[in-house]
């Protein structure tokens, strides 16, 4: 199994461009989400979704969209790079969310600067 | 919001000395997990310990967890080089309409000096 994987992995934008951070596991996970990574910040959700058709906001998700068509992928969108968006962005996915409690596995990241 | 607090924010130890990690939450929880990250990667999870424990281990690893502090601290005995990374703790927590949010600490920097 690859388990989760990002492309890019190094993304320089201007401000004002758009693009797709992408996000994919084989794990068959129903339960994926992006968190953003700032120094000293630790890790913020930006959305995250329960399954194919089904996304929600988290903390920060301002700026960003997503959208989940299959069970394996969970795309991240720019719509509008600014600055403020230089990042490490992680994707990661989990066999499910709740009470109970599950280990989530994380991609290897995309380091995304916005000039 | 931040929900976990590590403390520590940097530790610096010798190798084979034993490198404690505090973790601190605000509000109840179901259940609390450690994560390593290695400087330039994802995170990896450690350990998953659930509100009606007190104690796990795994390895080298013992995670202790006292709801009444709403705290919980990560032991690693017999720290290794290979111990280097960043350390996060993350808490579960319910954001309404049935859905979770894991919600990470802003983690301690650990150095394990060989």
């Known amino acids: 199994n690859a388990g989760v994987t990002q492309t890019p992995k190094f993304q320089v934008l201007k401000t004002g461009q758009s693009m797709t951070l992408q996000c994919a596991q084989d794990?068959?996970?129903?339960?994926m989400s992006w968190y953003r990574q700032d120094p000293g910040m630790g890790l913020r959700l930006i959305h995250y979704s329960v399954g194919a058709g089904i996304t929600d906001q988290g903390e920060v998700p301002n700026g960003y969209n997503v959208s989940r068509s299959t069970t394996e992928d969970f795309p991240l969108r720019l719509l509008s790079a600014a600055p403020s968006q230089t990042s490490v962005y992680f994707c990661a996915s989990s066999p499910g969310q709740g009470a109970f409690g599950y280990e989530q596995y994380f991609g290897p990241g995309t380091r995304l600067t916005v000039t | 919001s931040q929900q976990g607090e590590e403390d520590p924010q940097a530790l610096s130890i010798q190798e084979g000395e034993n490198a404690t990690m505090n973790c601190s939450y605000k509000?109840?929880?179901?259940?609390l997990q450690w994560y390593r990250q290695n400087s330039g990667r994802g995170l990896v999870h450690l350990i998953l310990i659930r509100s009606n424990e007190r104690e796990k281990h795994s390895g080298r690893l013992r995670v202790t967890l006292d709801t009444s502090k709403k705290s919980s601290s990560l032991l690693i005995t017999a720290s290794r080089a290979a111990d280097t990374a960043s350390y996060f703790c993350?808490?579960?927590?319910?954001?309404?309409?049935?859905?979770?949010?894991?919600?990470f600490g802003k983690g301690t920097k650990l150095s394990v000096i060989p």
């Open positions: 509000t109840s929880i179901n259940n």
């Open positions: 794990m068959n996970h129903e339960y």
């Open positions: 993350a808490t579960d927590t319910y954001s309404g309409a049935g859905s979770y949010q894991l919600t």
